[in-house]
C-alpha cells in the first residue's frame, strides 16, 4: 500500500520514521521539490515532484501542511483516496467542503512527544470510514506513539491535555529543578533527577493499577514531609491553577 505525504515538516518526518518498520511505500511531495528530495533521500522514501502526481499514485493521502495553507493546497487537487489530515483545527466537515463530502475522511492530532515515537495521539471519522479503515489509520498512529479514538467534539479538551500540556509539564518540571538550584543542587544536576522521576513516576502509573491519587496516598506518611509539601502546592491554588489553565486552552483552541 502506498501512503502520500503532503508535506514534509517536523510531524510528517516524526510519522515516516516510525512507519519505517512497517509495509507501507511512502510517498512524498512538499513546496520546495529540491528540498523535498534531499529529505526524502534522508528517509528512505521516494519523493514527487508534484502534489498532483502524489495523489495519482497514492492509496492514502496524509495531509501534513500548516492549516492556513490547506484551503490553497487542497484547491488545485482532485482526490479519490481516503485522507488523514493532522491540520489543527480543520474539522472533518471542513476539509469534506474543501476536497470531497464523498471520501473517507480521519482527523488526528499528534503531540509533540511523535518526534522519539511516543506520541499521544487523537483520531476520528467520517461515516465513510468504515472500520477496516479506521484499522488501518491506527496502524500508522500506533507505529509512532499511542492512539485514542475520541469524538471531534472532544479535540480541543485533547488538544489540551495532550497537545498543549507538555509545555505545562516542562514549566512544573523546570520550577521543581529550579528549587533544587535555590537548595544547592547544580542546575543540570536537578534537571537530571526531576526528569528520571518524572519519568518514573509516569511509568509507574501506566503500569500499575493505582491512580494518581493512590499513588500520592502511599507517598505521604501521616505527619510527613510530603504530606505537608502537598498541603502547601494546594493552599497556593495548585490544582485550580491547572484547571484554570487547561480552561484557558480550550477557550483559545476554539476561538481559532
Not at 522521576?197 to 493505582?210: F, K
Not at 507517598?219 to 494546594?234: F, K, N, V
Amino acid at each position: 500500500m502506498k501512503i502520500g505525504f503532503i508535506g514534509l515538516g517536523k510531524m510528517a518526518t516524526a510519522i515516516i520514521k516510525g512507519l519505517e518498520k512497517t509495509d507501507f511505500e511512502i510517498l512524498v511531495a512538499g513546496r520546495d521539490p529540491e528540498k523535498t528530495a534531499r529529505q526524502a533521500q534522508e528517509l528512505g522514501v521516494r519523493a514527487l515532484a508534484q502534489h498532483s502526481e502524489l495523489v495519482t499514485q497514492a492509496d492514502l493521502i496524509v495531509l501534513a501542511v500548516k492549516p492556513q495553507v490547506l484551503p490553497s493546497v487542497l484547491d488545485k487537487l482532485t482526490f479519490h483516496q481516503p485522507i488523514m489530515s493532522m491540520a489543527a483545527g480543520v474539522s472533518l466537515e471542513c476539509l469534506a467542503e474543501l476536497t470531497d463530502p464523498s471520501l473517507p475522511l480521519i482527523r488526528i492530532m499528534p503531540n509533540i512527544n511523535a518526534q522519539i515515537l511516543q506520541s499521544t495521539t487523537a483520531i476520528c471519522r467520517n461515516q465513510q470510514v468504515d472500520d477496516q479503515l479506521l484499522d488501518l489509520a491506527k496502524t500508522i498512529t500506533n507505529s509512532f506513539g499511542s492512539t485514542f479514538e475520541i469524538a471531534e467534539k472532544d479535540f480541543d479538551s485533547f488538544t489540551a491535555l495532550a497537545g498543549s500540556s507538555p509545555a505545562y509539564i516542562y514549566l512544573f518540571m523546570e520550577a521543581l529543578a529550579l528549587a533544587g538550584v535555590k537548595h544547592g543542587l547544580p542546575k543540570n544536576r536537578a534537571v537530571d533527577i526531576v526528569t528520571q522521576t518524572v519519568l518514573a513516576s509516569a511509568q509507574n502509573l501506566s503500569q500499575g493499577q493505582d491512580s494518581p491519587h493512590d499513588l500520592m496516598d502511599k507517598i505521604s506518611s501521616p505527619g510527613g514531609t510530603t504530606i505537608a509539601g502537598l498541603a502547601d502546592l494546594e493552599k497556593t491554588g495548585l490544582t485550580a491553577s491547572v484547571i484554570s489553565g487547561i480552561d484557558a486552552t480550550i477557550a483559545r483552541a476554539k476561538e481559532l
